[in-house]
């Protein structure tokens, strides 16, 4: 009877050794396929709130992490900065609209340094199907409304939804996601005309891994 025990142990024993093993070599080979593809991809949704065209460096290598209460909490937020012949000429920066109606929705802002918005893209939120899920590029082009917008201060009332008196078309039966959106991304682009000034003292994305 022990023995049999022991030599189940034994079996079971080498079978997770092995099942670890396997598992290890497969992470291994797998990872760098793994992070190619999440590079192409992020470098892809840049690439669609900054021009590829408006930038000459590697965006993605030029990350940098941003703490303010204007990007809708206190966490930290990635910036990429787009610079052409060495400028700083755009940026791409992370954000939160913390009052949509179902929950914060996670963002990505792309605009230059005096208010214009390039490209505005939903990377995460819990909006309700058929209503506010039209922040959604796949859903909706309601998205690009915001390309080439411009905020020229805090006073600006067009930056609005049209039910607040501004420009931008709210949905049938669901103004506060797009009110989010509308607000987190004015808040982002007068935040994003300050960043020039600082650049110099943000901590980059891999200080902040360490």
Known sequence: MLDTIRKNGVTLAL??????????????LTKPTVEHQTAL????????????????NAIQQECYIVTDPALGNDRPHQ?????????????????TAPDGYSGAIQMLVGADFQGKVLGVRVI???????LGDKIELRISDWINSFTSKVV????????????????????????????????ATKRTALFMKTLPAKLSSLPDCGDAHE
């Open 15 to 28: 079978f997770a050794a092995i099942t670890t093993g396997l598992t290890a070599v497969v992470n291994t």
């Open 41 to 56: 991809q992020q470098k892809s949704l840049l690439d669609q709130v900054v021009p590829a065209e408006l930038y000459d």
């Open 79 to 95: 910036l990429f900065i787009a610079r052409k012949d060495l400028t700083p000429v755009a940026a791409a920066l992370e954000t």
């Open 124 to 130: 995460e939120h819990h909006e309700t199907p058929g």
């Open 152 to 183: 020229r201060g805090v006073d600006d009332t067009a930056f609005a939804v049209k039910k607040d008196g501004g420009e931008f078309d709210q949905f049938t039966g669901a103004t506060i996601t797009p009110r989010a959106v509308v607000n």
